[in-house]
Protein backbone atom coordinates (compact mmCIF):
# COMPACT_ATOMS: atom_id res chain seq x y z
CA UNK A 1 0.00 0.00 0.00
CA UNK A 2 1.58 3.40 -0.98
CA UNK A 3 1.16 5.97 1.89
CA UNK A 4 3.23 9.34 2.22
CA UNK A 5 2.79 9.78 6.56
CA UNK A 6 3.93 13.12 7.90
CA UNK A 7 4.63 13.48 11.32
CA UNK A 8 6.59 16.49 13.25
CA UNK A 9 3.84 19.51 13.42
CA UNK A 10 2.59 21.21 16.15
CA UNK A 11 2.14 24.48 18.29
CA UNK A 12 5.56 26.60 18.84
CA UNK A 13 6.40 30.44 19.53
CA UNK A 14 7.41 32.98 16.88
CA UNK A 15 10.95 32.49 16.42
CA UNK A 16 11.09 28.79 16.89
CA UNK A 17 11.73 25.86 14.96
CA UNK A 18 10.13 22.50 13.72
CA UNK A 19 11.43 19.66 11.61
CA UNK A 20 8.50 17.58 9.57
CA UNK A 21 8.71 14.29 8.45
CA UNK A 22 7.22 12.45 5.20
CA UNK A 23 7.77 8.71 5.60
CA UNK A 24 7.27 6.95 2.33
CA UNK A 25 6.06 3.63 1.84
CA UNK A 26 5.98 1.15 -0.79
CA UNK A 27 8.20 1.71 -4.00
CA UNK A 28 6.96 5.47 -3.47
CA UNK A 29 10.05 7.12 -2.37
CA UNK A 30 12.76 5.93 -5.11
CA UNK A 31 12.99 8.30 -8.37
CA UNK A 32 10.11 10.03 -7.53
CA UNK A 33 9.74 13.44 -6.56
CA UNK A 34 8.69 14.60 -3.34
CA UNK A 35 7.19 17.65 -2.15
CA UNK A 36 6.17 19.94 0.70
CA UNK A 37 2.64 21.77 0.57
CA UNK A 38 1.07 24.05 3.10
CA UNK A 39 -1.88 25.78 3.12
CA UNK A 40 -2.57 28.63 5.43
CA UNK A 41 -6.20 29.80 6.45
CA UNK A 42 -8.33 30.69 4.44
CA UNK A 43 -5.87 30.47 1.19
CA UNK A 44 -4.77 28.17 -1.21
CA UNK A 45 -2.25 25.14 -0.68
CA UNK A 46 0.81 26.50 -2.37
CA UNK A 47 4.54 24.70 -2.88
CA UNK A 48 7.05 24.96 -0.36
CA UNK A 49 10.25 22.98 -1.54
CA UNK A 50 10.98 19.71 -3.38
CA UNK A 51 13.21 17.47 -3.93
CA UNK A 52 14.16 14.78 -6.52
CA UNK A 53 14.79 11.20 -5.06
CA UNK A 54 16.91 10.11 -7.41
CA UNK A 55 18.83 13.21 -8.83
CA UNK A 56 19.45 14.99 -5.30
CA UNK A 57 17.90 18.21 -6.77
CA UNK A 58 16.17 20.34 -4.66
CA UNK A 59 14.22 23.68 -5.02
CA UNK A 60 12.70 25.97 -2.91
CA UNK A 61 9.37 28.10 -3.75
CA UNK A 62 11.14 31.44 -3.90
CA UNK A 63 9.65 33.40 -0.83
CA UNK A 64 10.53 30.03 1.50
CA UNK A 65 14.07 30.18 0.59
CA UNK A 66 16.42 30.86 3.74
CA UNK A 67 14.04 29.74 6.49
CA UNK A 68 12.95 26.28 5.03
CA UNK A 69 15.51 23.41 4.55
CA UNK A 70 14.36 20.26 2.62
CA UNK A 71 16.62 17.16 3.23
CA UNK A 72 16.15 13.30 2.96
CA UNK A 73 17.01 10.10 4.37
CA UNK A 74 17.48 7.43 1.77
CA UNK A 75 17.75 4.39 3.92
CA UNK A 76 14.44 5.53 6.00
CA UNK A 77 12.48 6.14 2.87
CA UNK A 78 11.70 9.87 4.71
CA UNK A 79 12.04 13.46 3.53
CA UNK A 80 12.50 16.57 5.93
CA UNK A 81 11.23 20.17 6.52
CA UNK A 82 13.01 21.72 8.67
CA UNK A 83 11.64 25.07 9.49
CA UNK A 84 13.71 28.25 11.45
CA UNK A 85 12.29 31.19 12.91
CA UNK A 86 9.57 30.56 12.45
CA UNK A 87 6.72 32.97 11.76
CA UNK A 88 2.60 33.32 12.46
CA UNK A 89 2.04 33.60 8.61
CA UNK A 90 3.65 30.03 8.52
CA UNK A 91 0.84 28.71 10.69
CA UNK A 92 -0.68 25.97 8.10
CA UNK A 93 -1.67 22.37 7.46
CA UNK A 94 1.42 21.30 5.63
CA UNK A 95 1.74 18.46 3.35
CA UNK A 96 3.85 15.84 1.55
CA UNK A 97 3.08 15.28 -2.27
CA UNK A 98 4.93 12.64 -4.34
CA UNK A 99 5.63 12.68 -7.98
CA UNK A 100 5.79 9.10 -8.56
CA UNK A 101 9.07 8.37 -10.94
CA UNK A 102 8.53 11.58 -12.37
CA UNK A 103 10.36 14.63 -12.94
CA UNK A 104 10.81 17.61 -10.23
CA UNK A 105 9.94 20.11 -12.15
CA UNK A 106 6.90 22.20 -10.70
CA UNK A 107 4.60 22.34 -7.66
CA UNK A 108 2.21 21.98 -10.30
CA UNK A 109 -0.60 20.10 -7.79
CA UNK A 110 -2.36 17.57 -10.22
CA UNK A 111 1.22 16.00 -11.18
CA UNK A 112 1.62 14.75 -7.42
CA UNK A 113 0.24 11.31 -7.56
CA UNK A 114 -0.01 10.73 -3.69
CA UNK A 115 -0.59 12.93 -0.99
CA UNK A 116 0.10 12.91 2.90
CA UNK A 117 -3.26 13.39 5.68
CA UNK A 118 -1.32 16.75 6.09
CA UNK A 119 0.44 18.03 9.84
CA UNK A 120 -0.71 21.10 11.37
CA UNK A 121 1.75 24.23 12.23
CA UNK A 122 0.51 26.72 14.27
CA UNK A 123 3.01 29.48 15.00
CA UNK A 124 1.52 31.82 18.12
CA UNK A 125 2.98 33.53 21.17
Known amino acids: QVQLVESGGGSVQPGGSLTLSCAAS????????LAWFRQRPGAKREGVARTHTGSGSIYYYPSMKGRFTISRDSAKNTVYLGMNSLKPEDTAVYYC??????????????????WGQGTQVTVSS
Open 97 to 114: AARWRGVCSSFYEPDYNY
Open 26 to 33: GDIYNGSC
